[in-house]
Structure formats: C-alpha cells, structure tokens
C-alpha cells in the first residue's frame, strides 16, 4: 500500500545555509512516526516543509501518491492536516473561538462545528474553559486546548513539533495519556518531533533520527536501540560509553579488541583486524575501592573519578581508565564508598555486558549481537 | 494674564451659547478628519500588512520611505497636494482645489504613512510561529490577513488613533489646499490660527478647547474599545 505522506530529496536552505537534506520520508496510514534529534537537527524544518510552509529549493512531496504541488490553492493541502507547536499559539478570543477555527475554515456547518468542539473539549478536559479567553490559561491548559483545536478537525496527519517540552512532569503525563487515548479513538497518523527519547519510545511505531537535516536513520524503535547507525544515534539512545578499536585476538567465546590502548575483552566472534565499534551501559560499571581480582567480570582497570553528577535517585560517576567510562551508582553506594572526584578506584565490567554496535571487515561467522 | 483669563471667561461663554459659527466649525473638521482617517485606515493596514508579511527587494527602502512619511511636514504636503490640483496641475481638471474634499486629500497624505507604520510594526510583531500556526489550520488568504488583523487589533488601533490625531491636529496643508473658507473649508485648527491672527483670542481659546474636547473623545472612545479587548 503506497504511503499517506512521502518526500523524496527535499531540501530547504534558510538564510543561504542549507538546513533540511532528507532524501527519503514516508509515513503509513494510522502510523506514529517520532522524529527525534537535538535542537537544530531539522525535525521542525522537515514539519514546515510537510505542511507547505516553507519553500523547498528542490524535491518532492507525495500526499497519498500525488504531486503536492498539483493542490492549489496551497491551504486546500494544508487543511488535511493540523499541528500543534511548543508553545501553545492561541489565538486572542475565547477557548471555543480557539477550537472552532479550523472548522470554521473548513466551512463545517455550525451544528456539526458545536458538536465537534464539545466532543474535543471534552476528549481533553477542559469543557470548563469554554468561554475563557485563551491568553489567560496556564501552560497545560493552552496545550489542551490547542490539542483540542488540532483533533476537532480530524486530521489525516497530525503534525506535532515538541508539543510537551514547555510542561512539568505531571502535566505532561496527564496530557500524554489524553493523547494516547485521543489517538486510540481516531484515524489519524502523526509526525511528532521531540528531543525526549522516552517519549519517542512510548508513543512510535517508528522512530527516524536527524541530525544536521538528514535523516539518519529510521524505523522501529527496537531495531534502532539494538542496531543504531553510528555513534550519533546510538547516543540517543542512551548509550554513555561509545568506543572504537581493533580485534586482537580471537578467543573461545569472546574476543580481544584494543581500544585507545587498553584491551577490552567482549563475548561473541569476531575476525582478527576487524574494526569495532561498541558501547556499555552505565548501569553495567562496577566500581570499587578495591583492586577486583576475584571476580567474573574479565575487563578489569585502575581508574581516576573525574566528575559526580548527582541524577535524582542515583549518581553519574565519570571515569577515565585510559578511556572514559561511565558509571551510575546509588546514593547508598556512594554513602559507603564515600567517592570524590579526582580519586582513584578500581572499575570491572563482564565481557557480556559490552554490546557491539559495529563491526567492520567481518570475515565468516559471527556479525552484530 | 488679564488677557489669558479674559479669553478663557469669553470663550466659555461662546461655547456656553452654542455658537453656531463653532459648531459647523467642528462638525466639518470631524467630518474632514474622520473620513480621512477612514481611508487611511483601508490604506495603511493594507500596505502595512503586505510590507510585513511579504519579501520583496527593496522592501527596506519601502520601509524607510513608511517611516519617513510618519513625520512628514504639513506645509510640504500642503504644497504638492496644491501643485497637482492647482487648476493647471496634473489633476486641475477635477476641480479640488479649495473644497473640504481636498482638505481630505492632504489629511490622508498625513495620516496614511502613520497608521502603515504602525501597522507594519504590528503585523511584523506577530510571532512567525502565530503565523505559522493560523496557515496550518488550513486558512487561506483572506481569512489568514482577517486573523492576523484581528490578533493586531490593539496596536491597529493605537495606528488608528495616531493617524486621527496627526489628521485632525494639522493646520498647514489644511490652509494652503482649503483656503479657510468660512462656512465652506473652515476647520478647528484654520479658524484658531486665523482668529490668532486677528487678535480674537477668546475666539481661537474656544476653537481651540474645542479642537482638545474633540481630540479627547475620540480618542477616549478607541481607548476604551481598545482595552475592552484587551481585558
């Protein structure tokens, strides 16, 4: 079945700087698709552009297999589609004013406008607020209501740019949960752009990374958390500790490989000179005050503490034992090792908790774990 | 001082008996100065709006040129507005000259770069993602510039108000292209200085308290729309 929405080698320059290059997009019917990258990686741009916004220097955009360019006038395109941004973006009159807009655009008739906007007000809870002025709610209030405004219209593609950045923790559970439910009772696909990996992961049938406009990668969250493209999207997904180096020396059931001139035993096969790339996840560190020698774990190293940074219910500790490393330790452990920055302990890590993310110049058996 | 409260003391009385002379007097200048104010307003929210939401090369030009027109010295539009209808000027044909009508044509003159600016300020205050917004409904032209007007409304007013007051408060285009015609182009600000001149000054403090009382009403009618909507 072709894809509601496609693009194909789109690009769009701002100010004579190139800022989108994606050469392939799609989204299925009914799909949730997140894109996910860091401020300025193009997720708002790539949005704009969907929506005929912004002007695309060159590329094509498909909307259930036609030309885009062939919709005229352009806010016949658009009103297949609604979105909501970061900050809410109300308009100057009432709640309902707000919610009716996008009907009132779509020339609805007045009943079935009524019907709508209380069915959507509804839907978000915020049936009370009818006849407020808009400008006076709170921050998760606004975002209700422009939630509400975007639904009302029953969108084909909902297009959703950060639109629970701007909210405290429960707020923006409590908003998350109306969504999910909201989308559960419609057709409606979505493009949703966050930086928040935890919110992609929760909400996506797929997930597509960007970076510097591109598109680095994309599909199903779980591919892309066991097979990230390269180091950028594998940071993403929380991988702290990404290193590189050569396999040494191929042992039975594991292997040897040299990374910035220690040796880091990982389980699995590999050929001889392969190039590696693989990471460790910070719950997987051991530290101790002690030189571990009786124990499982088979990566073993003196290590100096280079900063502590307190993370809510548990600590970051830095390490660098010839390579950096990070830890996350308890605050109970770090009350009884008493660790300070700057001091010298001991690290381990079993040779089944690295996980290989590349693996370049592979001959024969053995690939990515 | 005598001559101050002196003034002051027959000019209320003139006011108090409902002169006639005044009365047309100021009914005329309202009638001159709203209309012109009125097509000032199509023009510079217009133009103000379409130099704000376009891209054009030498839109900084255009912008400047607005700017500059928002103090555009009375007497130096009195004067060309007089050179094109001076009776042998590109528009004599059309018999303007000394009539209400071009008193209107110079007010507008005065007026219509100071509600463009203004408007242009405003519309350009519009946060793009506002903007960004209301096309994403799915809005076309029409209902986008109704929209974005309607979130300008209190600066578009505040344009208004100005362009009222610069139109209603000029005395030298009004002179030069009316000719302070009595009970035909004689407006507020012609008369006071005209009745100055002559030495009738509790004539001209009347005129002008009433040219204020006029200014203040106005103005105290926008002002209160404006924070009506506001609030």
């Given at each position: 079945m072709a894809p509601l929405l496609e693009a194909r080698g789109i690009r769009a320059v701002r100010l004579g700087r190139p800022v989108l290059s994606v050469e392939e997009f799609s989204l299925g019917e009914r799909e949730f698709l997140s894109l996910v990258g860091p401020n300025g990686s193009g997720k708002t741009t790539l949005i704009l552009s969907l929506l005929r916004l912004i002007a695309l220097r060159e590329g094509t955009i498909l909307f259930r297999g036609a030309d885009v360019r062939t919709v005229r006038p352009v806010h016949r395109y658009r009103q297949n589609f609604a979105a909501v941004f970061?900050?809410?973006?109300?308009?100057?009159?009432t709640v309902y004013n707000n919610v009716a807009e996008g009907l009132r655009i779509r020339k609805r008739g007045g009943e079935e406008t009524e019907a709508s906007v209380h069915r959507s007000l509804e839907r978000f809870g915020i049936s009370g607020l009818r006849?407020?002025?808009?400008?006076?709610?709170s921050a998760g209030e606004s975002q209700r209501v422009s939630l509400a405004r975007a639904f009302a219209v029953e969108p084909e593609v909902l297009f959703l740019d950060?639109?629970?950045?701007?909210?405290d923790a429960p707020s923006k559970e409590l908003i998350l949960r109306d969504v999910e439910s909201a989308l559960g009772e419609s057709q409606t696909a979505v493009v949703m752009a966050t930086h928040d990996m935890a919110e992609a992961l929760r909400l996506s049938d797929r997930i597509a990374v960007m970076g510097s406009g591109r598109i680095l990668q994309a599909g199903p969250p779980d591919e892309l958390m066991r097979h990230p493209a390269d180091e950028f999207v594998a940071s993403f997904f929380g991988y702290e500790t990404i290193l590189r180096g050569a396999v040494e020396e191929v042992l039975e059931g594991s292997f040897l490989v040299s990374a910035e001139g220690r040796t880091v035993e990982i389980a699995g096969s590999a050929a001889p000179g392969s190039d590696v790339t693989f990471s460790l996840s910070p719950e997987s560190i051991l530290i101790s005050r002690?030189?571990?020698?009786?124990?499982?774990?088979r990566n073993r190293f003196a290590a100096r503490i280079d900063r502590i940074i307190p993370a809510g219910f548990y600590f970051k500790v830095h390490l660098n034992c010839g390579f950096p490393l990070v830890s996350y330790i308890t605050g109970h452990s770090m009350g009884l090792l008493d660790l300070r920055e700057g001091e010298e302990v001991h690290c381990a890590f079993k040779s089944t908790a690295v996980r290989v993310l590349q693996m370049r110049g592979l001959q024969g058996g053995g690939g990515r774990q | 001082m005598d001559l101050v409260v002196q003034g002051i003391v027959r000019a209320a009385g003139l006011l108090a008996s409902g002169d006639r002379e005044i009365l047309e007097i100021t009914l005329l200048s309202l009638r001159v100065s709203g209309g012109a104010t009125l097509i000032s307003t199509v023009i510079g929210v217009t133009l103000g709006a379409a130099v704000a939401l376009n891209r054009f090369p030498g839109r900084n030009i255009a912008v400047s040129l607005i700017n500059t027109g928002m103090g555009l010295p009375p007497v130096v539009v009195g004067l060309w507005v007089t050179l094109f209808i001076w009776r042998s000027g590109p528009l004599g044909d059309l018999g303007l000259l000394y009539t209400p009508t071009a008193i209107v044509v110079a007010q507008v003159v005065i007026a219509a770069p100071i509600v463009t600016g203004i408007s242009l300020a405003a519309m350009q205050n519009i946060p793009e993602k506002l903007r960004f917004q209301i096309l994403s409904l799915g809005a076309g032209r029409a209902r986008y510039l109704a929209l974005l007007v309607r979130e300008a409304r209190l600066p578009l007013l505040a344009g208004v108000m100005a362009g009222f007051g610069g139109a209603l408060s000029e005395v030298g285009a009004s002179i030069m292209v009316g000719g302070n015609i009595r009970g035909y182009t004689r407006v507020l600000t012609t008369a006071t200085v005209m009745e100055t001149g002559m030495g009738n000054f509790e004539v001209a403090i009347a005129l002008g308290f009433v040219l204020l009382v006029v200014a203040f009403i106005i103005n105290y009618v926008l002002t209160s729309i404006q924070q009506r909507i506001r609030s």
């Open positions: 970061q900050e809410p973006l109300l308009l100057n009159t006849d407020r002025n808009a400008r006076g709610l950060e639109p629970f950045s701007s909210l002690e030189p571990l020698e009786r124990v499982s774990a | -």
